[in-house]
């Protein structure tokens, strides 16, 4: 600032020399003390991001019809909102807490109910996660790193596939994200606050995805364990308050559901007992990792009961058999393994380089957090022997995002010294092979591509190794073919799932059709795709002249089905409130007999529809013990019937 003397004017005017600059131009360009290219990477990003996810979203129809209904329902009922309900009159609840539904059906109360407004939040969680897994990393590694860990995280196959569907995962990733940049933000303090918004983010995201939320909890009480600043006792300080936070934010919907009167609320479907903490340690918890409680256990047919089609396209889409190889393996490899090897040889490299760093180094702060949260992720996942579909694996996605990126930058930084140099190629070495293994899996999808991507990343490795430091001006153009070799594969593998896969169905894949089908968007079909033997995805027994009967019902429940198959698509497709006997799959005690025997005297259920391919499509649903099959023969016992194809109809008003 300068003082000129105005003799002219008689006074004394101040001068400051630096211009002040308009909101919209410190939005584009970011603060001062930034690089000039930062922000506009940053804004590229995320909008290629948004481009990325939002494209074409109404070709995915309704996605997965399951929750499809229930977001539906929740449009129409604010009970049915609360508690997640499959349909409006409150029958049942989906197995999984509410809160990813709670965000589409507010949406869909806003906008209208469609498929645009139910999965328009899903593709903005997935741009705030790529935004904040940035916002994290920079905080700690700069923000070439940051940069590099978001578009590693929007260019992963399955980041793309989940962010895009209706499915829990994309707020789960988005929360947990959220709770690792606040842990983040601890290292900078306070850290007792920003423990606690870590808590209630993890708790928010038992609410989407019950304990799948707390796979990471050990890694996030290490790093404040490890890296923030303090004594001991304040560290410890803040765990108890993250724990605190995260029992309350999570623990007050499992109150209420416990104390709401059961007769008054839908049943918890998944559940024994009609209990949420029930669902969360048995079928939805601990069955999931040690088989049980609902959960096939790994046998034979690797997630279907003993005697089940080993190594069939069942199998993949249930994981594959469980082992530490399972991520690599031909369920997961391609939806999350393209940078697993340079995430794991990123993380030793790393946690080696700094292992005589200060404590509350930030470099090893966050190669503990990403990597920690990989590992323990990874492992978890490999060992699991209940259900596993492979979507599930985009919650390892911001994890080897952020230690690739970390381990890159630093490496890279370090580029001088042979033994960065020669670290870093091995990564991209690394993925150039192991990207050309999962490339070969689909050889008639754009067979050139693996040749590129193997050549390419190796011939970059070997510049590197013999002298990349050397280069001068050309070294931006060696940084930009490393990562460019690096992300090709997976990123074309994302494009190819955003482009060209549109459909439904309770288990997507991506990329291309691949042998043995797929549940989902990810293939035309095979043993378990839609309406196949295992009848997965959208059933076929809907029809224009079945729906007739349901449009302009004034019942609680037009109709009744069991399981949630039928259900779903009929009241998707007229509006009417349609109860799924048993919930998904037909198996919960809910209704009980009697509970449907005085719906039907209340005059509340119009029909009841039985498919002749029974719930689900397979066989051995109809045991004599379920619910379905009590209620199904009490109503063929007493009222009349009539088949409309393939569906028996049985008027329960006569």
């Not at 020399?17 to 970011?30: A, K, M, Q, V």
């Not at 869909?108 to 904040?132: E, R």
């Not at 970390?406 to 991209?428: D, F, N, P």
Request: charged residues 10%; proline residues 6%; hydrophobic residues 50%.
């Amino acid at each position: 600032m300068t003082i000129t003397d105005d003799t002219a004017a008689g006074s004394v005017r101040l001068d400051d020399e630096t211009p002040t600059r308009n909101p919209l131009s410190r939005w584009l360009t970011g603060a001062p003390e930034q690089p000039r290219w930062e922000r506009p990477a940053l804004l590229a990003l995320l909008a290629g991001a948004a481009v990325l996810y939002l494209w074409a979203l109404g070709s995915l129809g309704w996605a997965n019809e399951f929750y499809a209904a229930a977001v539906q329902a929740g449009t129409m009922s604010w009970k049915a909102l609360l508690f997640g309900s499959l349909d409006p009159g409150n029958a049942i609840t989906v197995d999984k807490p509410p809160a990813a539904l709670w965000a589409m059906a507010l949406a869909g109360k806003l906008f209208g109910f469609s498929s645009w407004s139910m999965l328009v939040p899903q593709a903005l969680m997935g741009v705030g996660s790529v935004a904040l897994l940035y916002a994290a990393v920079r905080r700690t590694s700069g923000p070439g790193a940051g940069l590099l860990a978001g578009l590693a995280l929007a260019l992963t196959p399955v980041a793309a596939l989940m962010f895009r569907f209706n499915n829990p995962d994309a707020l789960l990733v988005l929360l947990l994200v959220v709770a690792a940049y606040c842990i983040v933000r601890a290292l900078d303090g306070p850290p007792v606050r920003w423990t606690a918004l870590a808590g209630v983010a993890l708790g928010f995201a038992f609410l989407a995805k019950l304990l799948q939320a707390f796979l990471i909890v050990p890694v996030l009480a290490l790093v404040v364990l490890v890296a923030v600043p303090g004594s001991v006792w304040k560290r410890l300080g803040a765990l108890v308050a993250g724990l605190v936070a995260m029992v309350v934010s999570g623990g007050w919907f499992v109150a209420l559901v416990s104390l709401w009167p059961a007769d008054s609320r839908p049943y918890i479907g998944g559940s024994t007992d009609n209990s949420l903490l029930e669902l969360a340690l048995g079928y939805n918890g601990l069955g999931r990792v040690f088989g049980g409680d609902g959960n096939p256990t790994r046998g034979a047919g690797a997630g279907f009961p003993e005697g089940g089609p080993p190594g069939g396209g069942g199998n993949a889409m249930f994981g594959g058999d469980p082992g530490i190889t399972r991520m690599f393996g031909q369920a997961m490899g391609t939806e999350i393994s393209w940078l697993l090897p340079a995430a794991l040889i990123g993380l030793i490299v790393g946690l080696w380089f700094t292992r005589r760093a200060p404590r509350t180094d930030r470099t090893r702060a966050g190669l503990l957090l990403w990597g920690g949260w990989a590992v323990v992720t990874a492992l978890i996942f490999s060992y699991m022997k209940g259900i596993m579909h492979p979507y599930y694996t985009i919650a390892l996605a911001p994890g080897i995002a952020g230690v690739v990126a970390i381990a890159v930058v630093k490496l890279w930084q370090g580029r001088a010294y042979r033994s960065s140099r020669i670290w870093l190629a091995l990564m991209l070495a690394a993925t150039g092979v192991w990207n050309f293994v999962l490339l070969d899996r689909t050889p008639e999808w754009l067979p050139w591509l693996r040749w590129v991507v193997l050549v390419g990343a190796i011939v970059v490795a070997a510049v590197l190794i013999v002298g990349g430091h050397q280069l001068g001006r050309y070294t931006v153009a060696l940084a930009f073919a490393g990562v460019l070799f690096g992300l090709a594969a997976t990123g074309a593998y994302t494009v190819q799932t955003v482009v060209h896969n549109a459909g439904g169905g309770p288990i997507p894949t991506s990329g291309p059709a691949r042998e043995g089908g797929s549940f989902g968007p990810g293939g035309p079909g095979g043993p378990g795709g839609p309406g196949g033997p295992m009848g997965f995805g959208p059933m076929g027994g809907s029809s224009e002249q079945l729906e007739q009967f349901l449009v302009g019902s004034d019942k609680r429940w037009a109709a009744a089905t069991i399981g949630s198959h039928l259900a779903g698509s009929l009241q998707l497709k007229t509006g009417a409130s349609v109860m799924a006997i048993g919930g998904f799959s037909g198996g919960d005690n809910a209704p009980t007999l009697a509970q449907f025997q005085q719906y039907v005297r209340d005059g509340d259920v119009g029909y009841l529809l039985v498919s002749e391919r029974g719930p689900g499509g397979g066989p051995g649903w109809h045991d004599g013990e379920s619910a379905g099959a009590q209620i199904t023969e009490w109503v063929q016992d007493n009222f009349p019937a009539q088949t409309i194809d393939g569906t028996t109809v049985y008027d329960l008003t006569s």
